[in-house]
């Protein structure tokens, strides 16, 4: 309407120039046209490039297509319940329980949805059993007492598994029982008092709950699963080797090797330093999770969030050592060039070690290499240690045409043109002894309760190398959803 | 009946002795009688620890015990249209979708209700609409194909649906309703199949669900309100003030002023790097709260997010500064003592800063003095700068006597044990550095965007900090639970 109007008065201003009755009512409605104009244009354009973004998202990682029909064909089973009337005469009416629970139910990862669809279980029982103890002994005390005993019994109930719920762990693992345990209380208990067909709607609700869940359990475990324990296990080594990265172009950066490719592998330290909470969320689905891959039931999926801290602990040095970059150019170039092999040495091998580490994880074998690259890296320390001990030497600089000193004729190079290089290069080394002690520990710590393999022999490690590849190509193809 | 026979046992145990005929047996009952005991007792004792903790959880911000409460006090409400005749008459057997969206909707803050009452609102409104309009074309086109088109409009639309939760900002405020949608569109459109009284069916649905949500809104919004919004009012300036401790106590603690007070103190930074996901959620519900208190509609919110943000980005070099202190006694005295008087005062400076912009965004006025810090704060960075610079010369220590200065006379303080100081004085100076560019930014875009009151005269100030202080009395009382 509004466009078909706003033609209208265009063409109207088109033949009005001879009008000159109202020319500035001819204006105003050619600026009102120009306005909608834009608006819609703005709007097309904004809803295009919102489309865009989103398929975008599902381009980068098909899995998450994938997700979406599965939801889909899930639903479709589940009507049939309703569609199919022999079916349909066998559950009866609540098939309805059956669909909900599907919607409700099904998470991307095939532990969130266990953790879901076990939590529902569960808390239906229990809330259904309960429902229907307190309905009977109510039911044993009077008519008119029984709206009150189940009054007070849901006031009392609710209130308690609402003030649950804040307690940290009962919220990480059991946050969705506490609400259905509230629901199927109430429901049963509320409607108890009017439908009494208690036992059988407790029953129906039960089992169709069950049907729902099972198909959810079955489609996201059979088709395409996604599991959360592997997200986590391929995330962890992943954003060790952002860091590493990081490092290494933090240092090329402040020795003027970095280039366009290095400023932004810079970055990936940000990665790491947010991505605590899908850490934290992967571990706790991970659980709920039964052995799949190379990972048992009880996997040490904690220790994953331990080598996550460790790494952001080094993400924050690194942080505060790329702010370092900006004073790069205040450092005379001498003594930039007395530190340079020693601050590249420490950062490479700084990073090998990270590496080494990321590899240990991802490929779940304890790594031959790693004491190599762990003593590489203390030389390193040691040999730019040396070199700032050294630095006080060339700082003070001897006029080259005299034999004797004069204390006049000592020029000292200001120390605080030396001190941005100095911190950076303490950073380097505090960076380094925090991969050594928290980084390398949590490693170790999973290698032991996750029973990693022991590299053998060449063979082996020929194998491991393999394996590795394969991981890194999983690695590919689901790359950019966590990030 | 186990402790009950364990007691048996033991008895028989007692004059067993007499009879040595089973020594052996009754020496394993009374392991397994002290197995179980043990057992008992260390699982009373977790239970009682637990308890005590949740108890403890609930003293520390008795808002927790108001609002779950608040969520049995609606749900008696709710239960009243089962419980009494007329009310039941009026709505009819699907009042348990009242009882239904109490338990599902009732969040802690009135944001997070807000946010969940709207979603399931248009959610339910928007699928009840489309599925009764597809049902009608669907039914149009003759009874063979009706289940086929719904089925496909079912896929379709649930895929779509679920497709879009993975973009960030469907996410962020939508979730909630995208699950409504598909649950209220199977539901609508699969039952419309069998029931036939469809649209009693959608209005039925909805109007319970309004019932339901206007109670929730009420009783959230009136009966002791929690408001996302203030919640993170208070949240950002009390974690700045956190970060001004942990300054001071590390400047402290490198210098050998601190105490236990401070040590614990010194923690705080840690509360800063770890509230990024509570103050996301909490900018996310603020925003779907009506005007309350001192803050409008479309306050901006995200701007705290920004604050929360440069406070991180400070909390990064605090803490890479925390780890100097492991190597401050390798520092010698006299160097120590150099710096100590710029150090102390560049972070009780930078401390002030930080305080006096927490207290910019706690009271929503600006700072007559803040001008002042800031001046203070890039005096002392000057003076540590100073400082810096003449190192150089106490690093080369004459002889004292000699008059005249051969090569071999010259002391060189060795630089590498200087190194940990210097480097503990850059961060120090970074971290003002960051103060200034960051946190200053952020709380001024605040404070533009807020239109944060001017302070005119000494009569003004003075106002300003009774409401301070009233706003950290309202701190304490909420104190705990956000951390």
Same mark, same amino acid.
């Not at 973004?53 to 029909?69: E, I, S, Y």
């Given at each position: ?26 204006? #105003?409605? =050619? ?5 909608? *104009?834009? +608006?819609?244009?703005?709007?097309? &354009?904004?809803?295009?490039? /919102? !489309? ?39 559950v009866g009416g609540s098939a309805i329980w059956a ?7 099904? #998470?991307? =990862? ?5 953790? *879901?669809? +076990?939590?529902?279980?569960?808390? &239906?029982?229990?809330?259904? /059993? !309960? ?70 709607m407790?029953?129906e609700r039960?089992?169709t ?275």
């Amino acid at each position: 309407m509004c466009n078909k109007n706003g033609v209208e008065w265009s063409i109207r201003v088109g033949d009005g120039s001879s009008m000159a009755l109202e020319p500035e009512h001819t204006h #105003e409605v =050619t600026r009102l046209w120009d306005r909608l *104009k834009g +608006l819609v244009v703005r709007f097309v &354009t904004r809803v295009w490039m /919102f !489309l865009k973004k989103a398929w975008d998202l599902g381009v980068d990682d098909p899995r998450k297509f994938f997700h979406c029909l599965k939801v889909g064909v899930a639903l479709i089973f589940v009507s049939l319940f309703y569609y199919m009337r022999p079916l349909y005469d066998g559950v009866g009416g609540s098939a309805i329980w059956a669909v909900m629970t599907v919607v409700v139910v099904f #998470e991307y =990862t095939v532990g969130g949805t266990l953790y *879901k669809c +076990l939590n529902r279980i569960c808390a &239906t029982f229990l809330a259904g /059993f !309960l429902a229907l103890g307190i309905h009977w002994i109510a039911s044993h005390t009077g008519h008119q007492f029984e709206p009150y005993i189940m009054g007070i019994s849901i006031f009392i109930l609710a209130s308690a598994t609402t003030f649950s719920r804040f307690i940290p762990i009962v919220k990480a693992r059991y946050d969705y029982g506490c609400t259905i345990f509230i629901l199927t209380y109430s429901l049963v208990s509320v409607s108890g008092y009017r439908v009494d067909h208690l036992l059988h709607m407790a029953h129906e609700r039960l089992s169709t709950i069950i049907i729902g869940t099972c198909l959810c359990i079955i489609t996201s475990m059979v088709v395409f699963p996604v599991w959360a324990g592997l997200e986590l296990h391929l995330l962890v080594p992943r954003n060790m080797d952002k860091l590493a990265k990081s490092l290494d172009c933090c240092a090329d950066d402040y020795f003027g090797h970095g280039n366009e490719e290095s400023k932004k592998n810079l970055q990936g330290y940000n990665c790491v330093l947010n991505s605590k909470a899908s850490e934290e969320s992967m571990a706790n689905f991970a659980q709920w999770e039964p052995a799949h891959g190379r990972f048992n039931f009880r996997h040490p999926w904690k220790n994953y969030l331990k080598i996550g801290a460790s790494s952001r602990s080094c993400a924050y040095c690194i942080e505060t050592l790329t702010s370092c970059l900006a004073s790069k150019n205040q450092v005379p170039e001498s003594i930039k060039n007395h530190l340079e092999s020693a601050c590249m040495n420490l950062s490479s091998s700084s990073s090998n070690v990270i590496r080494e580490l990321a590899t240990t994880v991802s490929t779940m074998t304890r790594s031959v290499k790693i004491h190599m690259a762990v003593k590489d890296m203390k030389n390193a320390v040691k040999e730019l240690q040396n070199d700032l001990k050294s630095l006080s030497d060339l700082l003070i600089q001897p006029n080259d045409h005299e034999e004797k000193y004069e204390p006049n004729d000592i020029t000292i190079m200001p120390l605080l043109e030396v001190i941005p290089l100095v911190s950076f290069a303490s950073l380097l080394i505090e960076t380094a002894s925090r991969i050594e002690e928290n980084m390398m520990k949590a490693v170790e710590e999973l290698a032991e309760s996750a029973r990693f393999k022991q590299p053998e022999d060449e063979v082996n490690l020929k194998k491991n190398q393999r394996a590795k590849n394969n991981v890194s190509n999983e690695e590919n193809a689901i790359a950019l959803q966590l990030v």
